[in-house]
């Protein structure tokens, strides 16, 4: 294949994937940036094959099978719930190809006559760091959603000294590999330190905060995808690496804005901790009262409203009753109800939770309302129904000056005329914090899982 015809392919293939960006942005497209996405990576596959000289298009053909084979099973089979946990996963084995992609080239190279330049050493070096480092923190971010790992910060004495010292003995490393010390065990030894670091360095952060370490992440395969490309001169990994790395990046920044918290205080701030004694303090220390309601009289509120607003968290992926929350907003829209759902930026366990969960029951995109528009509608809203959802509703964090979360935006429920708390009991939600939204006299609990509580509304919604 010439040069002019290959570069050519891969300016449609980088095409593809800003195209397929510019429709994950929004969900009522994501599918089809999804399907473009993936025809442009199997064109970069195909004349990426050709143009190295490729000849066993057999053994092409059953890696692909393996790949993609798996990569289906594993996103049909792969409940809701567990979405945060795969693309954490996912996010790691793309850290993990570009270390490989590291040390491959390294041996190709090494020993002379191949004598590689300084800017191909440094390549090397950053690839193979930086992917190892995405790939141990994504495997301990997955461990830590899955709860294989306990989701409070893992800290010790002298910590964050110890990373500096393992990053700084890596970067070492490689400085020596890229000045002229052109041994292999140099870059497997700069491999093990980053994974060592990659490690230590997702340990201390609390699982409230998994949603930004995994976007973080993700910034970090496209960096080592990126200068990947550098190493093996292809165009197309140093695009699509930096539109993952930029997008990453934004999307981490974003959700720390979300929080209004800086991604210093998110990486080693240590937030998510679990306090002593949480589920005591919920359990209405300040002399609360918690006011439980039944399915009956919380389907009388509903039906009789003017105008009803959903606020899904995981417990509704938990759950798994986004199709039933569906059919319930369907009913009381037959009956007059103005229905809409109001998006935290960071409820869930991943970038967009919320928006994924209610896309697959065919939630009308209309309907979906991010923080900044719902907030004003509370005041008008009749009946607010929180499924689920427990810290990006907590009133403290704008009236409690000694709360951890303290000054994140937060979806503003408690102005609505009621509030209704679909959860399964008074346990604190992710990040172990007493939520007084459930002691406000406007608020009532119906105890149970929302797939049930959901359930016994529909049916009682109907009788009306």
């Given at each position: ?161 110890v990373n500096l010292a393992v990053l700084a003995a890596c970067v070492g490393l490689g400085a020596a590999l890229a000045a002229g010390v052109q041994d292999q065990w140099l870059l497997w030894a700069v491999v093990a330190g980053g994974a060592l670091f990659g490690v230590m360095f997702v340990l201390p952060i609390g699982g409230a905060d998994m949603p930004v370490v995994i976007s973080l992440l993700n910034a970090f395969t496209g960096l080592a995808v990126a200068v990947g490309g550098f190493e093996l001169e292809n165009n197309v990994l140093i695009v699509s690496g930096m539109l993952v790395g930029a997008s990453g990046t934004l999307l981490t920044l974003k959700m720390g804005a979300a929080m209004n918290r800086s991604i210093a205080n998110v990486l080693f ?196």
């Amino acid at each position: 294949m010439g040069t002019n015809v290959s570069n050519l392919l891969y300016l449609i293939t980088i095409v593809t994937f800003i195209l397929a960006l510019r429709y994950l942005s929004n969900p009522a497209h994501a599918r089809r940036g999804n399907q473009i996405g993936a025809v442009g990576m199997l064109l970069a596959i195909v004349v990426t094959w050709v143009k190295t000289g490729g000849t066993s298009w057999w053994a092409l053909a059953v890696a692909m099978l393996i790949g993609g084979g798996f990569g289906a099973f594993a996103a049909r089979r792969v409940k809701m719930t567990a979405i945060p946990q795969m693309v954490a996963l996912f996010n790691g084995v793309g850290g993990g190809a570009a270390t490989l992609i590291a040390l491959a080239e390294l041996h190709r190279l090494l020993p002379p006559p191949g004598k590689p330049t300084l800017d191909i050493l440094i390549a090397i070096a950053l690839s193979g760091l930086i992917g190892a480092i995405s790939f141990t923190g994504s495997l301990i971010a997955f461990a830590k959603l899955q709860e294989l790992i306990k989701g409070r910060p893992i800290t010790y004495p002298g910590q964050k000294i110890v990373n500096l010292a393992v990053l700084a003995a890596c970067v070492g490393l490689g400085a020596a590999l890229a000045a002229g010390v052109q041994d292999q065990w140099l870059l497997w030894a700069v491999v093990a330190g980053g994974a060592l670091f990659g490690v230590m360095f997702v340990l201390p952060i609390g699982g409230a905060d998994m949603p930004v370490v995994i976007s973080l992440l993700n910034a970090f395969t496209g960096l080592a995808v990126a200068v990947g490309g550098f190493e093996l001169e292809n165009n197309v990994l140093i695009v699509s690496g930096m539109l993952v790395g930029a997008s990453g990046t934004l999307l981490t920044l974003k959700m720390g804005a979300a929080m209004n918290r800086s991604i210093a205080n998110v990486l080693f701030g240590a937030f998510g901790q679990v306090s002593e004694g949480a589920a005591a303090i919920a359990a209405g220390s300040d002399g609360g009262t918690v006011r439980s309601a039944s399915a009956e009289d919380v389907a009388v509120m509903l039906a009789y409203a003017h105008k009803v607003v959903f606020v899904p968290g995981y417990g509704l992926a938990v759950a798994q009753a986004q199709h039933d929350v569906r059919q319930l907003a369907d009913l009381l829209e037959a009956k007059g109800v103005e229905v809409t759902y109001a998006i935290h930026p960071v409820a869930g366990r991943m970038p967009g939770h919320m928006n994924v969960l209610l896309a697959e029951a065919n939630v009308p995109y209309t309907q979906l309302k991010e923080m900044d528009d719902a907030n004003p509608e509370f005041s008008r809203t009749d009946v607010a129904v929180v499924v689920g959802a427990n810290d990006v509703v907590n009133p403290d964090a704008r009236n409690n000056p000694g709360s951890p979360i303290y000054g994140m935006p937060i979806l503003n429920v408690d102005d609505a005329q009621a509030v209704v708390v679909l959860k399964r009991s008074m346990n604190p939600g992710f990040a172990g914090i007493e939520n007084p939204l459930f002691y406000n006299p406007k608020t009532v609990m119906l105890f149970g899982d929302a797939k049930e509580s959901i359930t016994k509304l529909i049916q009682d919604v109907k009788t009306l």
